[in-house]
């Protein structure tokens, strides 16, 4: 700058420090606003994912007469290498979310004992599940299942498109490539509700009746009712879902792990059914939102309840998809017996407001 008598000056110190604090200021203040509306617009692409995926599962029923099996997993509670190995309800989806090539090649798999019939219960003699089979003929992962497939991944979430190597869990203390390595990520998993008298469930614990289970709190006194599960299951078809489509989840969020076990992926389960299926029994986000992952020490673990939450990255609460396709955002002070009843496809109860 120039002044009357031709000297030239520039901004003093102070004047530029000034115009720094005020842009600082106003980055500051617009900071939060910018981010407010990423994660707007990621919460909109999540719950539009829940209906896709729901609308996907309705389709499905139309065609097979019956919603897909929670996990295609053994006919028997027995300690079996197959008792949590198999297929799960997501793969059973794929010709509805245009995915028909990654279906195709899961069909069609060289895995020996599931050539041509992936779901096939029970495994043929002397085969063991089929990620084992499919780990042991070299076929990590198999193809088809390393499809990384957006519908299945909510955009808030910060963990890996392809379940990584050993090295990644810390805790694991093991090294090298696990049975599910290089499958696709999901973010999402399907409802076993409380008992396993939820939509889905695999093969064993639905065949398990009469059974008695203590999970649930239905009348709200703080104690946990005995739950009984009368008969047993092949399938579920819409006429089963005796409380009404409208008031029954189906899937919901559920993206988080505590080992390499039961890390969240939409082909199925290799050893832990925690990877594709939640329950309706601990409060939604476990009371541990924020948490990062992987968990590092024993003690992060420890505070969970269980691998079985509903768990979202987004503030406040999770997407649920429920039978009829809707999609309702539950928050987390989501009561437990309200919580325990909308997994529950026939508890015949009067549902408190939820949403």
Not at 86 to 108: D, F, H, M, R, S
């Amino acid at each position: 700058m120039t002044t009357r008598n031709g000297c030239k000056r520039g901004f003093t110190l102070v004047e530029l420090l000034v115009v720094i604090a005020i842009i600082g200021v106003l980055v500051a203040l617009l900071l939060p606003a910018i981010q407010s509306a990423r994660e707007a617009a990621r919460r909109s692409a999540c719950g539009n994912n829940v209906k896709q995926i729901g609308l996907a599962l309705l389709n499905c029923h139309d065609v097979m007469r019956q919603f897909p099996r929670g996990a295609y997993t053994h006919t028997t509670l027995a300690t079996s290498a197959a008792n949590q190995d198999g297929l799960g309800w997501a793969t059973k989806i794929l010709p509805y979310l245009e995915q028909t090539a990654a279906y195709q090649q899961i069909v069609n798999n060289k895995v020996p004992g599931y050539e041509g019939n992936p779901w096939r219960i029970p495994p043929a003699p002397g085969r063991q599940g089929f990620f084992k089979e499919a780990a042991a003929a070299g076929l990590l992962p198999v193809p088809g299942g390393d499809a990384s497939i957006d519908t299945f991944l909510c955009p808030s979430v910060d963990l890996p498109r392809y379940v990584p190597d050993l090295g990644y869990f810390p805790l694991s203390g093991l090294s090298g490539k696990g049975r599910n390595f290089g499958y696709g990520t999901s973010h999402y998993k399907a409802s076993r509700g409380p008992s396993d008298r939820g939509m889905f469930w695999r093969t064993a614990e639905g065949l398990k009746a009469p059974s008695t289970d203590t999970q649930a709190d239905y009348n709200g006194d703080g104690v946990l009712e005995n739950i009984v599960k009368e008969e047993s299951l092949t399938r579920i078809r819409m006429t089963d879902v005796m409380d009404g489509t409208s008031h029954t989840i189906a899937i919901g969020e559920a993206a988080y792990f505590l080992s390499f076990a039961d890390f969240p992926m939409w082909m199925g389960t290799f050893f832990e059914d925690g990877s594709t299926l939640f329950k309706t029994i601990s409060a939604i986000n476990c009371n541990m939102a924020g948490a990062s992952f992987p968990l590092a020490t024993k003690e992060e673990v420890e505070k969970f309840p269980n691998d079985d939450c509903a768990y979202s990255w987004h503030p406040g609460g999770a997407f649920f998809g429920f039978v009829d396709g809707s999609v309702h955002f539950l928050t987390e002070d989501l009561d437990l017996t309200t919580f325990a009843m909308l997994g529950d496809r026939y508890d015949q109860q009067i549902l408190r407001p939820y949403d």
